[in-house]
């Protein structure tokens, strides 16, 4: 047992979620036994006036401060670690990486409670699975009791769930189960630790894969146990989640866990069904739409290795794994995998550092895969696995422009395209409209005076939410009553300017008065339970025409959908962001993919005023893969990520002078520690200059070596702290994904 040589005092450096870049140095305890500290352990220390927890990192025999001004440590949390070395490695590093302070980098891969220093408590939940009886039972039976219905074919889909799953369900879930149970349809699942045994894994048969699925899953189940990066490029439908599911079988067979990760939390249901159909072992789910509590046991029972599969967002990344094998990450182009705001980490990325340290292999999914993603694979870093074809007997969507110039429009629909809806009904088919903007309509004018609805706090219009008779910021989410007199000139009539998912439903529920419409925006889906609900009424066939915003473009599946119609795609086409091009692109062609699923074939129809734009030209005649190649080309030609790498300093105040005269100060810096060919390219107003009452300027620092850039970051950086600008808020982002 190592104890403290006598009257010397260790010194903990410890790491503590502040915005402050250095550790903090505390005297060990007195008496302490060193066997069992080790780094990553959570601690209690003073910090000001109040007490904080931290993470230890060093234990050192000196500090460069005044050991006697220092502070004691108050109790140490954890015997040993929650994190793994590796881990620890992967936090610091990306705290480097992306130049945010170490404490606040570590508190992130905590849940809330650990992270607030509650012990460990590992509760076990009730899970529910069906019966026989219930396996065999036609939901229709339950005809008269809706709620018992709608559990019984939630169930009849996901074979088994906990309390917290169904929680994020459907709040009210309780009394149908109940019902259910005494009906003898539902039991509680006793025994969940499910042995790693390779028949207990699977609960049914596994499709037959075509070739280019087999030499995909081959690829990848030959460099289990070693890293490498995959990039899986199939269009929707390929049958890449097949692919995902059949590796995931070999690493479950190895007794090892899978981390899957998915951009929004909308998806997680679809797969987490898709996976509890064809795996008998313990599922762990991690996203916001959960609580705390829950959050927590899913990451402790993937510490601990009592669940092996975890399915998440984003900040599920940094859960432990006890014994990792394989991270999934699909729609890897997909903004939402980088953080937007506080430590600005881009899940992709970061999956990709942590396989390399933990010697597994990283598959990246996608349809229409990122930029970076296609040049990390002609520089040979990621390996191309391609799907070229969709899976089964489902045919490719047909792509056309439908020229709008001149055409009456009824709302936003053309008459040609309502036309074609009209027939897509008349055969029993399903509609999709994709309109990327909710409300009713993004402006309010005064047909007098041109007056215009405008937040007070931001750069920006307010959107009218005429359901609600609300004008909202679509930005700071200020809210005002709807007016109906011009409040400048008094007189003139107010007119609502442009078009959202509101006013196109009212339009639909003119021209379509028999059929069902089903609106899917942010608006519409608030209540919990109600995205998965039109979710399910669609599936089911009662819903004729599905309206919505990008909610739709991902990962859904509609099997009856045989028409979809982007109804403006101009409003893309014209961005002063270079990632714009990219992400229209990527847009389409994920809509795209929810047209003909099953073995109807599917037609997409693009409304435009710009019928001869190479984008969509190369789109509808070639390829995302050709289009990818041009916009690489342009990128190299100006030398724009990922020919170049990025960081974006971005600052805010009250004051409309105060970010600049900061950033002058920046730019000095810059100038004084810029050694290699860092470009410093502003400083500049932010593309939105004022936004929630702050106004907004950058400085974008660019260079062509990542390393270059980052040596400059590492000096630039604890300089910008020392600058004493009380009434500044600044940030940085590193591979900013978006420029505004
Ligand atoms: P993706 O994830 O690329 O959109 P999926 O894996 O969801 O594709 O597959 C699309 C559909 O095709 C699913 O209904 C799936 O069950 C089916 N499918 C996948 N692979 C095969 C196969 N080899 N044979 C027959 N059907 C398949
Ligand atoms: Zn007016
Ligand atoms: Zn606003």
Redesign the pocket.
């Known amino acids: 047992m190592t104890k403290l040589p006598s009257g010397k005092s260790l010194i903990f450096k410890v790491a503590i979620p502040v915005p402050v870049y250095r550790l903090f140095d505390y005297l060990a305890q007195e008496n302490i036994e060193l066997d069992n500290v080790k780094p990553g352990v959570r601690l209690e220390v003073p910090f000001g006036l109040g007490k904080k927890i931290g993470f230890l990192l060093e234990i050192a025999e000196q500090s460069e401060l005044d050991t006697g001004k220092l502070k004691r440590v108050i109790r140490i949390l954890d015997h040993k670690p929650l994190l793994s070395a590796k881990d620890l490695r992967l936090l610091l590093w990306a705290s480097s990486y992306y130049h945010h302070p170490v404490g606040e980098v570590i508190s992130t891969a905590f849940p809330a409670a650990l992270r607030q220093g509650k012990s460990i408590v590992v509760q076990s939940e009730k899970r529910y699975a069906l019966t026989d009886l219930g396996k065999a039972t036609d939901s229709g039976q339950l005809k008269r009791a809706p709620k018992q219905k709608s559990v019984l074919e939630k169930f009849q889909c996901s074979s088994c769930l906990s309390e917290a799953e169904l929680s994020v369900w459907n709040d009210n879930w309780r009394p149908a189960v109940k019902q259910l149970i005494a009906r003898q349809l539902l039991q509680i699942e006793l025994n969940d630790a499910k042995a790693n045994n390779p028949e207990a894994l699977l609960r049914n048969n596994v499709?037959?894969?075509?070739l280019q699925?087999q030499s995909a899953i081959d690829a990848v189940c030959n460099s289990l146990g070693q890293f490498e990066v995959f990039l899986l490029e199939?269009?929707?439908?390929?049958?890449?989640?097949?692919?995902?599911?059949q590796i995931i079988r070999s690493v479950l067979e190895r007794g090892q866990q899978v981390l899957v990760l998915v951009p929004e939390i909308t998806l997680t249901p679809q797969l987490e069904d898709?996976f509890r159909q064809r795996f008998a072992v313990n599922i762990a789910l991690s996203h916001s739409k959960l609580t705390d509590t829950q959050r927590q046991i899913s990451w402790l029972r993937m510490q601990q290795g009592e669940c092996s599969i975890l399915l998440g967002t984003r900040s599920a990344l940094f859960t432990p794994l006890k014994n990792p094998g394989l991270i999934i990450l699909?729609e890897e182009h997909d903004a939402s995998f980088k953080q937007q705001e506080g430590f600005r980490f881009s899940a992709r990325d970061v999956a990709v550092v942590r396989g390399k340290l933990l010697h597994i292999p990283v598959l990246l999914?996608s349809?229409t895969p990122s930029l970076e993603s296609l040049h990390n694979v002609d520089k040979r870093r990621y390996r191309l696995l391609h799907?070229p074809e969709?899976?089964?007997?489902?045919i490719e969507p047909v792509l056309q422009l439908m020229d709008i110039r001149n055409k009456r429009m009824q709302e936003g629909l053309s008459e040609a395209l309502i036309e074609e809806m009209h027939g897509t009904l008349a055969r029993n088919e399903q509609v999709l409209l994709f309109l990327n903007r909710r409300g009713f309509a993004p402006t309010l004018i005064c047909h007098g005076c041109g007056w215009v609805a405008r937040c007070h706090r931001c750069d920006a219009n307010l959107v009218i939410h005429f359901d609600e008779e609300r004008l909202r910021c679509h930005h700071c989410g200020k809210e005002h009553q709807l007016i109906h007199q011009c409040p400048a000139c008094k007189a003139g009539q107010l007119t609502p300017l442009g078009l959202g998912t509101e006013r196109v439903e009212k339009v639909l529920a003119e021209l379509f008065e028999d059929r069902v419409t089903v609106r899917l925006d942010r608006d519409s889906t608030q209540r919990k339970g109600s995205l998965e609900n039109y979710l399910q009424q669609i599936n089911q066939g009662k819903v004729d025409i599905i309206l919505g915003t990008q909610m739709l473009a991902k990962?859904h599946?509609f099997p009856n959908v045989t028409l979809v119609a982007i109804l403006d795609v101009d409003s893309g086409l014209f961005s002063i962001d270079f990632h714009a091009a990219e992400k229209l692109a990527q847009m389409i062609m994920q809509v795209s993919?929810r047209a003909g699923?099953?073995d109807k074939p599917g037609k997409v129809i693009m409304q435009t005023r710009q019928p001869e734009h190479p984008l969509l030209l190369t789109l509808i005649n070639e390829s995302y893969r050709s289009f990818a190649k041009s916009a690489l080309a342009e990128r190299k030609e100006a030398l724009l990520p990922p020919f170049s790498h990025q960081a974006l300093l971005r600052v805010q105040a009250a004051d409309i002078n105060t970010p600049m005269l900061f950033l002058k100060s920046v730019t000095a810096l810059a100038q004084e520690l810029n050694r290699g060919h860092t470009q410093v390219l502003g400083p500049v107003s932010a593309p939105m200059a004022k936004r929630a009452g702050l106004y907004r300027y950058q400085l974008l620092f660019q260079n062509t070596r990542r390393q270059e850039l980052h040596v400059f970051l590492d000096a630039l950086m604890p300089a910008i702290v020392k600058l004493k600008h009380a009434k500044v808020r600044w940030s940085l982002d590193v591979d900013p994904v978006d420029l505004y």
Do not use: I, P
């Open positions: 499709l037959q894969c075509n699925q199939g269009v929707t439908g390929s049958g890449k989640t097949e692919v995902y599911l898709r699909d999914g349809a799907l969709r899976a089964g007997n489902a990962g599946h993919g699923r099953a």
